[in-house]
T-cell receptor, first 114, second 115 residues
Framework: AQSVTQPDIHITVSEGASLELRCNYS??????LFWYVQSPGQGLQLLLK??????LVQGIKGFEAEFKRSQSSFNLRKPSVHWSDAAEYFC????????????FGAGTILRVKS | EAGVAQSPRYKIIEKRQSVAFWCNPI?????LYWYQQILGQGPKLLIQ????????DSQLPKDRFSAERLKGVDSTLKIQPAKLEDSAVYLC?????????????FGPGTRLTVT
C-alpha cells in the first residue's frame, strides 16, 4: 500500500535559522513527489514538485527539496526561515500507475519564533 | 486565471441532517478530486472524476456520501445522513494532466462541523 510518513508533527525554529522537514514514502511505482503548504483557513498551495530529472528541485518562497530514491525520502529545506513561513506543510506522493491520485502525509506544523 | 472555487466555506449541521458542497474547477481542467481532511491529518481522496466519469471512488463511504460531476465541469458532494465523524474540511482540487503536468490545484475548502 502507498503511504507517506512525516515523522515530525511539530517543529519550532528561530527566524533566520535553517529548516528541514522530513518526508519518507512507500510506493509501488515510480513516484511523483510534492510539497504543499497550508495556512490556517486556507487551501493547499504547491511549493514544489518532482517528476523526473534533477533530484534537487527548487520551489517558491526559497524552498528546495531533494529526492533520494535509495532512502525513499523527499525532504524539504529552506536556508533561512521567515516568520511568514509559519504554517502546516504536507508531503504528497502520486503516480501515473495509480491514476495520479495523491497520498498525503499527516503534515508538519512549523512554528517560527522571533 | 481563476482558481478552484468552493462553496460554502463553512457549514454547521446536526447529525443525521444532509449537506451538499459545490466545486467549480479551473476552466479546462478535465480531472476533479474531492478530498476529506480531518483535523490533524493529511487530506484523503474521496473521489476522482475524469470529465464526468468516476475514475476512483474506492474510499468514498457510499452508504452516505455521493458525488456527481454533470457536464464534466462543476461538481457537488453530498452527505446524507451526516455523522459526527464527518466533521472535516472538504477540499476540491483539479488538474489538467496536459503534457507532463500532474499538478493539482486546490480550492479553499469547506469546513463542516457536525454537532
Amino acid at each position: 500500500a502507498q503511504s507517506v510518513t512525516q515523522p515530525d508533527i511539530h517543529i519550532t525554529v528561530s527566524e533566520g535559522a535553517s529548516l528541514e522537514l522530513r518526508c519518507n514514502y512507500s510506493y509501488g511505482a515510480t513516484p511523483y513527489l510534492f510539497w504543499y503548504v497550508q495556512s490556517p483557513g486556507q487551501g493547499l498551495q504547491l511549493l514544489l514538485k518532482y517528476f523526473s530529472g534533477d533530484t534537487l528541485v527548487q520551489g517558491i518562497k526559497g524552498f528546495e527539496a531533494e529526492f533520494k530514491r535509495s532512502q525513499s525520502s523527499f525532504n524539504l529545506r529552506k536556508p533561512s526561515v521567515h516568520w511568514s513561513d509559519a504554517a502546516e506543510y504536507f508531503c504528497a506522493v502520486g503516480a501515473k500507475e495509480y491514476g495520479n491520485k495523491l497520498v498525503f502525509g499527516a503534515g508538519t506544523i512549523l512554528r517560527v519564533k522571533s | 486565471e481563476a482558481g478552484v472555487a468552493q462553496s460554502p466555506r463553512y457549514k454547521i449541521i446536526e447529525k443525521r441532517q444532509s449537506v451538499a458542497f459545490w466545486c467549480n474547477p479551473i476552466s479546462g481542467h478535465a480531472t476533479l478530486y474531492w478530498y476529506q481532511q480531518i483535523l490533524g491529518q493529511g487530506p484523503k481522496l474521496l473521489i476522482q472524476f475524469q470529465n464526468n466519469g468516476v475514475v476512483d471512488d474506492s474510499q468514498l463511504p457510499k452508504d452516505r456520501f455521493s458525488a456527481e460531476r454533470l457536464k464534466g465541469v462543476d461538481s457537488t458532494l453530498k452527505i446524507q445522513p451526516a455523522k459526527l465523524e464527518d466533521s472535516a474540511v472538504y477540499l476540491c482540487a483539479s488538474s489538467s494532466h496536459q503534457g507532463a503536468s500532474y499538478e493539482q490545484y486546490f480550492g479553499p475548502g469547506t469546513r463542516l462541523t457536525v454537532t
